[in-house]
Nanobody
């Protein structure tokens, strides 16, 4: 059984930084591609970033390009989303997800096998 647990969300002012973590509980973390998604109130969930099992990073969502960085530490079974220069429009619940088969080119569109419970990020102006 696989479980994903996010942490690191919070309330910050515009321009601040946060680092989200997602810890994977289960076997074979290194074989999964991992993604970050977010959902703002009244909006559909959207892709943010993904990293393949081999460490290749997918193209970021345009809205976060240049500000967010995804990374993974297979030894710790954890992957991260470093968020800099946060904007009020980044306010959302952020979810991490794991997929066994997507590549860096396809992770943006994958359905993902496992999802975390979400962590709230609120950016005030």
């Amino acid at each position: 059984q696989v479980q994903l647990v996010e942490s690191g969300g919070g309330l910050v002012q515009a321009g601040a930084s946060l680092r989200l973590s997602c810890t994977y509980y289960g076997r074979t973390f290194s074989r999964y591609s991992m993604g970050w998604f977010r959902q703002a109130p009244g909006k559909e969930r959207e892709f943010v970033a993904a990293i393949s099992d081999s460490g290749t990073v997918s193209p970021y969502a345009d809205s976060v390009k240049g500000r967010f960085t995804i990374s993974r530490d297979n030894a710790k079974g954890t992957f991260y989303l470093q968020m800099n220069s946060l904007k009020p429009e980044d306010t959302a619940v952020y979810y991490c997800a794991a997929d066994r088969s997507c590549s860096a080119d396809t992770c943006r569109y994958a359905t993902y096998d496992y999802w975390g419970q979400g962590t709230q990020v609120t950016v005030s102006s």
